[in-house]
């Protein structure tokens, strides 16, 4: 695993409408099911594209609040 915060998210929607995050090197695609294994030609599938409404763009990071002073400044 690399460090802390370096991997980036990617939300994804998944087939009953629920968001889930994913990492960007794997938004483009998705892991074929047992039945959708093998293609036409009897080749192993590994890999099937991810439509393009479907991944919904990066997860926005929030914005980091300013640090207020405690002191007061009268």
């Not at 629920?18 to 590994?46: E, F």
């Amino acid at each position: 695993m690399g460090k802390t915060g370096s991997i980036e998210w990617v939300q994804i929607k998944g087939r009953k409408g629920q968001t889930r995050l994913v990492p960007k090197r794997d938004a483009a695609a998705k892991r074929p099911g047992p039945a959708q294994r093998y293609d036409s030609s009897g080749r192993i599938r590994r890999q099937i594209k991810r439509s393009e409404k479907a991944i919904l763009g990066s997860k926005a990071k929030p914005a980091r609040r300013p640090v207020e002073s405690t002191e007061s400044t009268e």
